[in-house]
């Protein structure tokens, strides 16, 4: 895109993507880069506040679909939608209305069922499958992550590694093994709690090893108080100096917990699909005595429509322990690099 901006004058071209957040580790991100590596990037013609850089007459701008106006407001003459998969297809229309010249959209085919995928058959549209071996700049680490793939999970190396539409499959995982010995270089990322009551409370302990994380079952209880909860943790005879990342949703029952010593903390959460693709992208051990969390993993499937085609959103029921594995992930693994914190 920088590359036609300067061919160009008098042009508007907007960059887009779902959240501000997403936008600002992403692409707007490399667009700074590639001003840089080009020689042409200056500081006083970066507006950050107002959301947009002068490139001699041109404006490349920038912005999120959080909100209606944004949406509706705008005109430009070339719109880029990153992660296009993340925006609706009214979204799609309505910035397709306010482009005057071209939309280009990039996405990893990762949905099952998507506009984006009828738009292929269009006359109008270009389209073309880019994988990672087409990008020179690709950090080795990248590449390396993205190949392990094609032994861990081969619907991600489908999508990831060779740029095709995933398969569906009812059940959300299919690539963990069992274990009987933890591996004494493994290190402890902490336990992961999901509150119930007449649904299990569920306690998960989680190690990793490289880039394997090792899942052992503590408790799954029905029909327990946090007071009941407490004392069944203390009696596991684990530290409770180590990290119990808990379900934010009931704030009270993490207070409890660390009023009785232990080193409760609620989770960020991102979204489902987030954890469930840290899960798919480690090697995944399980115990070999963690019977209910086996049992979660054989039930734990994706919802279907009408027409039985699979939903990208699992069913709500058989989680437990697998949230609590979640939300380890969630709090332990870097989201801008991958990488694990402690």
Not at 56 to 66: K, P, R
Not at 104 to 119: E, G, H, K, Q, T
Not at 268 to 289: E, T, V
Request: a negative charge; charged letters at 30%.
């Amino acid at each position: 895109m920088v590359i036609d901006v300067l061919n160009q004058e008098n042009k508007t071209y907007s960059i887009v993507r779902k959240t501000l957040p997403a936008l600002k580790g992403s692409v707007l991100r490399d667009l700074k880069e590639i001003l840089l590596m080009l020689e042409i990037y200056k500081e006083e013609d970066w507006h950050s506040v107002d959301g947009y850089y002068q490139l001699g007459t041109n404006i490349i701008e920038w912005f999120s679909l959080d909100s209606e106006e944004k949406i509706r407001g705008r005109k430009r003459d070339v719109c880029f939608v990153n992660e296009a998969t993340e925006i609706t297809y009214d979204e799609y229309v309505q910035l397709s209305l306010r482009t005057s010249e071209r939309m280009i959209l990039d996405f990893n085919p990762s949905l099952w069922n998507s506009y984006l995928y009828d738009m292929e058959k269009q006359e109008d549209t270009f389209y073309r499958i880019v994988t990672y071996k087409d990008n020179p700049f690709l950090p080795q680490q990248q590449i390396d992550e993205i190949e392990k793939l094609r032994e861990r999970d081969q619907n991600l190396w489908r999508v990831f590694g060779l740029g095709q539409k995933g398969v569906p499959t009812r059940v959300v995982f299919n690539h963990q093994e069992t274990y009987e010995e933890l591996p004494k270089e493994a290190k402890l990322l902490g336990f992961g709690l999901d509150w119930g009551y007449s649904h299990p409370s569920a306690l998960v302990r989680v190690h990793k090893l490289g880039d394997s994380i090792y899942c052992e079952e503590m408790l799954y209880l029905k029909n327990v108080t946090i007071p009941d909860l407490v004392y069944k943790i203390k009696d596991l005879g684990v530290s409770l100096y180590d990290d119990f990342i808990c379900d934010s949703a009931n704030p009270q029952a993490i207070a409890e917990l660390k009023r009785e010593g232990i080193n409760a903390k609620p989770v960020k959460k991102n979204s489902i699909l987030h954890g469930i693709d840290l899960i798919k992208r480690s090697k995944f051990f399980i115990h070999k005595d963690s019977i209910n969390l086996q049992t979660e993993l054989q039930q734990y499937v994706w919802k279907i429509d009408k027409n039985n085609n699979n939903l990208d959103e699992p069913v709500d029921d058989s989680n437990h322990l697998l949230d609590g594995i979640r939300y380890v992930l969630e709090m332990k693994v870097a989201r801008d690099t991958g990488v694990y914190v402690y």
